[in-house]
């Protein structure tokens, strides 16, 4: 009984929209109220530690990669557990298995979604690295959204092709004026006249980052772009891209900026190479940070629910999670655009061609 | 910390799906969009050149049309012009011609008369003289019988010697 009344106030409360929770925050309470009653008898302290809501917690579960995917209280999908360890090899499980064995299966405990080996003692093995590979929460979001984009993008393609020399027509015509706005405001100012080299990776990118930022927002998915692995990788990608394709003149700045006295170069040249790495590092923090501090901050605003427990609490905060809500939306696409845009800059300031008469001193 | 910690798993996911991500999507998706793209864009901007160069050539059309007719119309008001002093020219002409003709005929009609009257004048003479004559030698016959009778005689003649 308790643990449906739970499903169904968290689905709501996570859905954000409806006063309704209001009631089945009450009722929640109520029902935690009669359980904390009933295991009164046995475990006095325990059962109240265990019961008490924390916040911290319940955010960082929401905004962390996890190995089965929790759309709701109860609401679970088990997901792929791969390992790869070199004493034992590949195991491939679900994640229900977890579950089930209370976190440990097989030789192998989920420790807070960090999986170790067991030593027969029971204790963490520390002589075993394993690799996870796991389809995690995360990963499944990942490859949602990737098949999302393909099927997305090769229907317009389609639509393209048929419509080849006509006007845009269905799907096309919302996706053709975005695929024009990268390209010419985005691409072809910051990148230069050789931008059709890097044009499919940029939007490859701006779509992946944009879909990826409004799967977040929906309540239940998982927090992507959110995560820093994704956003370094991306950061760590265009960082690539642009110092493998980054031309003499661009080097020749980096250990000789022109105009600078020779006792002042050891200080440029600091400088600069903390430059090159501030700029993928700035990638992967900005992208980062603005998703998990929107997520962080709806979570909060919905956490209040759960701490005051009180109808005007929930009132103002249904209407403050509506709002940051819109606000995420447009976070959604800025923060996009400002990762291609900024990836953009530094691809083309690497390859740009060098003119002499140019260089203001 | 745990937030800022990249996991290796995920970044094995990721780096194979966006890998196959940029792949694919650039084989199957922006490489047609943008073809397609570029040619509507292309197609466009024929389109609007083909304009451009149709609306000129209009223009210059237009340009020789109206030299054409002002040309025309030149040359009709210089036609106009033209006839109007022939016109002009020939009236006076034939004015002065007239005037010369009708002095000519008058001057001839003068002469005519003249002559008519010389020979009227003459011819009366003639007469007379004959009649002068012709009475005188009646009366010269007369003379040789009757006074009264030659002077009733006389005045006959007289009568009938009517100046015609």
């Known amino acids: 009984m308790f643990r449906k009344i739970t499903t169904k106030l968290l689905l709501v409360i996570s859905l954000s929209l409806f006063s309704i929770n209001f009631i089945s925050a009450q009722e929640g309470h109520e029902a935690q109220h009669e359980k904390h009653e009933a ?25 962390s990669d996890s190995h089965e995917w929790e759309f709701a209280h109860g609401l679970t999908l088990p997901l792929p557990v791969i390992l790869y360890t070199k004493q034992y090899g590949i195991e491939i499980f679900s994640s229900k298995r977890f579950a089930e064995g209370n976190g440990v299966y097989n030789g192998y405990i989920n420790n807070h979604e960090h999986i170790h080996r067991l030593n027969p003692q029971g204790g963490i093995d520390e002589e075993v690295h394993v690799w996870d590979l796991s389809i995690t929460k995360n990963v499944a979001s990942m490859l949602l959204s990737a098949v999302i984009l393909i099927l997305l993008m090769s229907t317009v393609a389609k639509s393209f092709v048929k419509n080849r020399g006509k006007a845009p027509k269905g799907i096309q015509s919302f996706i053709e004026p975005i695929i024009f706005f990268i390209r010419d405001e985005v691409v072809i100012p910051n990148v230069g006249p050789k931008y059709e080299k890097y044009l499919p990776y940029l939007l490859t990118l701006f779509f992946f980052i944009l879909i990826n930022n409004l799967l977040g927002l929906i309540p239940g998915g998982a927090n992507l772009t959110g995560n820093i692995t994704i956003t370094l990788f991306l950061a760590v990608l265009t960082f690539f891209i642009t110092h ?5 003149h661009y080097w020749l700045h980096l250990v000789k900026p022109e105009g600078v006295p020779t006792l002042m170069l050891p200080l440029m040249w600091v400088v600069e190479i903390a430059g090159v790495f501030m700029k993928p590092m700035s990638l992967t923090i900005r992208l980062f940070a603005n998703i998990t501090a929107g997520h962080i901050i709806i979570l909060s605003l919905l956490g209040l629910i ?6 005007a609490v929930g009132g103002v905060v249904t209407l403050f999670t509506l ?4 606000i995420e939306l447009l976070v959604a696409f800025l923060q996009a655009f400002i990762f291609t845009l900024l990836s953009s800059m530094y691809i083309g300031s690497a390859i740009e061609e060098h003119h002499e008469a140019d260089h203001g001193h | 910390m745990e937030l800022l910690t ?4 995920l970044l094995f996911w990721m780096a194979l799906v966006f890998g ?35 609306r000129a050539e209009m223009a210059k059309l237009k340009s020789d049309n109206d030299k054409i007719l002002a040309e025309a119309r030149a040359e009709r008001d210089k036609m106009i012009r033209d006839a109007k002093a022939i016109t002009d020219k020939m009236i006076i002409d034939a004015k002065e011609k007239a005037v010369l003709e009708g002095n000519k005929i008058i001057a001839d009609a003068r002469e005519a008369i003249q002559q008519e009257k010389v020979a009227m004048v003459s011819q009366m003479k003639k007469d007379m003289a004959s009649f002068s004559i012709e009475i005188a030698e009646r009366v010269i016959r007369r003379e040789l019988s009757d006074k009264s009778s030659q002077e009733a005689l006389v005045s006959s003649l007289i009568s009938e010697a009517k100046l015609n």
Not at chain 1, 323 to 326: E, L, P, S, W
């Open chain 2, 6 to 9: 990249p996991a290796i798993g």
């Open chain 2, 20 to 54: 196959i991500l940029v792949l694919f999507l650039k084989k199957f998706a922006w490489l047609p969009i943008l073809s397609s793209l570029k040619e509507r864009e292309d197609s466009i901007e024929s389109a609007l050149r083909m304009a451009e160069e149709t």
């Open chain 1, 323 to 326: 709002f940051m809500n819109a």
């Open chain 1, 306 to 311: 759960f701490i005051f427990q009180s109808f």
């Open chain 1, 39 to 63: 295991q009164h008898e046995k475990h006095e302290a325990t059962a109240h530690e265990e019961e008490k809501f924390d916040i911290g917690k319940m955010i960082m579960h929401h905004i």
């Open chain 1, 244 to 248: 493998l394709n980054a031309n003499k």
